[in-house]
């Protein structure tokens, strides 16, 4: 039999009524009647040996529900701090649009006051034209054209101390719960 007809099914096991897997073929025609934990358990046996199975039973079931509770509690705990980063991720894209907006407004003041006079000689400040300033902006704008984000992948924060998230979190008050 080759691994790829090899797959994962349940069945119930019929000492402790506990559903559990087990490796067989796709079309499998044999069952396991009990799940391994029940395998030494006697259905048959005297008084005490099923009273003996049946507090294993409880035994393992109590085990299970304790499982079943700290992976709830894992749950909610990975669930909030996805939370917690979605509201940060929001935030930082809140704050990096202002501030973009805010650089344009500045820029388009400044510009405003160095454009070319009437007078092609001078700019509006007094200065020659093409005046620093001016000279500034196109330098600057020849060096660092408009980036195209096209290409962008995003990559998840990072939660270190040393990473720009964690400090903003720290700053910001809002540090994960341990």
Same mark, same amino acid.
């Given at each position: 039999m080759s691994g790829k007809d090899?797959?994962? =099914?349940?069945?119930?096991?019929?000492?402790c009524g506990m559903e559990f897997a087990f490796k067989g073929p796709r079309t499998a025609h044999v069952v396991p009647k009990?799940?391994?934990?029940?395998?030494?358990?006697? =259905?048959?046996?005297?008084?005490?040996?099923?009273?003996?199975?049946?507090?294993?039973?409880?035994?393992?079931?109590?085990?299970?529900?304790?499982?079943a509770m700290?992976?709830?509690?894992?749950?909610?705990?990975d669930k909030e701090t996805a939370l917690?980063?979605?509201?940060?991720?929001?935030?930082?894209?809140?704050?990096s649009h202002k501030r973009r907006e805010w650089a344009e407004k500045? =820029?388009?003041?400044?510009?405003?006051?160095?454009?070319?006079?009437?007078?092609?000689s001078t700019c509006e400040c007094g200065l020659l034209a093409p005046c620093p300033t001016v000279r500034a902006a196109e330098?600057?704008?020849?060096?660092?054209?408009?980036p195209d984000y096209s290409s962008?992948?995003?990559?998840?924060?990072?939660?270190?101390?040393?990473?720009? =998230?964690?400090r903003l979190r720290r700053r910001l008050g809002t540090e994960p719960r341990s």
């Open positions: 090899v797959v994962d =099914l349940k069945a119930t096991c019929v000492c009990r799940c391994q934990h029940c395998g030494e358990h006697k =259905l048959d046996g005297s008084a005490a040996e099923r009273i003996a199975a049946l507090e294993d039973h409880a035994t393992s079931a109590l085990r299970l529900a304790r499982s700290d992976k709830a509690r894992q749950f909610a705990k917690e980063d979605h509201k940060m991720s929001q935030y930082r894209s809140y704050q500045m =820029l388009s003041a400044v510009m405003a006051v160095h454009t070319d006079s009437e007078s092609d330098e600057f704008e020849r060096e660092h054209p408009h962008f992948v995003y990559e998840p924060p990072r939660d270190r101390p040393g990473h720009p =998230l964690h």
